[in-house]
């Protein structure tokens, strides 16, 4: 981080999430970053079990935002792996893609109807 840690900081951050981090690189005073765990990264995680990699949070990291994707290449050169979504949803006995709402082929056709007509209806309500 561009500012080490002070005991007589102003600001103290608590949890050392990706928002704890970001606060702390981008104060430019004094901070204390004080995390339970053992470890920073919240719930940016990776756990292996026999094996196989979970990812506590498959939203961790959408890269869209240039500066981001930039800052991140920075802080983490040669950490980053891209990994390409094959994600799937078990409904009504067959395997739509993910999204969802945006993959509705091979579902019942009344489960097709419904699905659309209630998009209509919240595209279509004020509130």
């Known amino acids: 981080m561009q500012n080490p840690p002070h ?16 606060t702390a690189f981008h104060l430019r005073r004094p901070w204390l970053l004080v995390e339970k765990e053992a470890r ?13 990699h979970f990812d506590k ?9 240039p500066y981001m994707k930039k800052l991140v290449q920075e802080l983490l ?7 390409e979504r094959k994600a799937r949803i078990f409904s009504h006995g067959v395997l739509p893609r993910y999204p969802f709402q945006g993959n509705l082929h091979g ?8 699905c659309l007509i209630d998009f209509v209806r919240a595209h279509n309500d004020p509130r």
Not at 9 to 20: D, F, N, P, Q
Not at 40 to 52: M, N, P, S, W
Not at 107 to 113: D, G, K, M, N, T
């Open 77 to 83: 050169p040669d950490q980053l792996v891209p990994v």
């Open 107 to 114: 579902l019942p056709r009344e489960i097709v109807s419904e």
């Open 40 to 52: 920073l990264g919240g719930h940016a995680l990776t756990d292996e079990t026999r094996g196989f």
């Open 57 to 65: 949070t498959g939203h961790w990291l959408h890269l869209r935002d």
């Open 7 to 22: 005991t007589d900081a102003r600001v103290v951050i608590l949890g050392g999430g990706l928002t704890g981090i970001s």
